[in-house]
């Protein structure tokens, strides 16, 4: 879909933003562009909608040089989400998303329409559409953006570190958004980041960046994690790439064991041993340590935290971290609507991988 081919950005006062560099984005996939400050992944992603030109070098989208392309028709074709969002102060929320159709000459009612459409596909209530950019929250108008981008149903999607501005547990919702989105909506993305953890978990393919634009690996997460090109790589990606590894090792030899459970508001049986919670829904709730004096019936706040949960069947690395999270130091298992299944340790997790590393 998009194509890199000896692309070079030299400014006039000489600085080399982007140097000679080739890669070819996939149809369809999310590919991360990232990097320290300065490294030119923002200078890369901008030529792609021509707000950037490159000094030499050629820039396809769907096999034409965008250069053939007038700049204005090109940006209308191809969705663009920023930081903060950028949304319009003046106007409501559905006009925000309502501007890209009107521009291609819809009427106002058929534009509101399909605005109205794209904020429930974001994730965002209908009544949020008459409030305007300033009554929103961070979280929020970051899914106008998305919605504002993705209104005329563009091929591809651009995206500046558009979730950098917003708290972590926002960013994490944020992010699970958007690779629902994209398995819904099949687009190619570009996205932008400096964070590898972001990276990681939204590229299918990353491209690594380091200072004058050059490109130090170009690579699936898993084969980045597994075999770093260069000492810039290792050092970019972080000591603990091996546990971030575990983010692409499929967990089909975990077999949870049991432990002795108690619903809310029932009483609790007398044990020496860590017993755990769930609700009328056997939805763990958290744990009752062991010895703990229940005088009638259960209730919450007689409860230890539980840690993170594990979905049966992801990857290992959740499997691992709510073992080592959980107070009992049982990592608790759930389906996929949250209901227990049962209880895995570290020490099976362990075993599993040295036994495929074998």
Not at 188 to 195: Q, W
Not at 225 to 242: K, N, Q, W, Y
Request: with cysteine; proline share 6%; hydrophobic share 40%.
């Amino acid at each position: 879909m998009i194509e890199f081919q000896s692309v070079r950005k030299q400014y006039d006062n000489g600085t080399v933003a982007v140097h000679e560099l080739s890669l070819v984005v996939e149809t369809g996939t999310i590919t991360v562009f990232v990097g320290p400050s300065g490294c030119g992944k923002t200078t890369l992603m901008r030529m792609v909608n021509r707000m950037i030109d490159p000094s030499s070098g050629t820039v396809r989208v769907n096999g034409s040089d965008v250069r053939d392309s007038d700049p204005a028709q090109l940006r209308r074709g191809i969705g663009y989400v920023i930081q903060q969002a950028g949304l319009f102060p003046h106007r409501t929320v559905l006009d925000n998303v309502a501007t890209v159709p009107l521009l291609f000459g819809r009427s106002r009612r058929e534009a509101r329409a399909r605005a109205s459409e794209l904020l429930e596909l974001v994730g965002l209530q209908q009544e949020l559409g008459k409030r305007y950019p300033a009554q929103l929250s961070g979280g929020q108008q970051q899914r106008v953006g998305v919605a504002r981008a993705l209104a005329a149903d563009p091929p591809v999607l651009l995206m500046d570190e558009p979730f950098s501005a917003v708290d972590p547990v926002v960013r994490e919702g944020l992010q699970d958004e958007l690779l629902r989105l994209q398995a819904e909506l099949d687009k190619t993305v570009l996205f932008v980041t400096h964070d590898i953890d972001e990276a990681i978990k939204l590229g299918e393919k990353v491209a690594v960046l380091r200072e004058g634009g050059h490109l130090a690996q170009y690579a699936a997460p898993d084969d980045l994690l597994a075999e770093p090109a260069d000492d810039f790589v290792t050092s970019f990606v972080g000591r603990d790439r091996g546990y971030r590894r575990l983010s692409f090792v499929e967990s089909d030899g975990i077999r949870p064991g049991s432990v002795t459970t108690v619903a809310v508001g029932d009483t609790p049986p007398a044990r020496a041993s860590w017993v755990l919670a769930l609700d009328g829904e056997r939805r763990p709730r958290g744990w009752l340590p062991p010895g703990a004096a229940v005088d009638g019936q259960l209730t919450e706040d007689q409860l230890v935290a539980g840690g993170s949960l594990y979905t049966e069947r992801t990857p290992l690395r959740g499997a691992l971290d709510a073992a080592l999270s959980a107070p009992s130091g049982l990592g608790v298992v759930v389906d996929g609507d949250g209901g227990y299944v049962g209880v895995v340790t570290a020490q099976q997790v362990l075993d599993l991988i040295e036994s495929r590393r074998t």
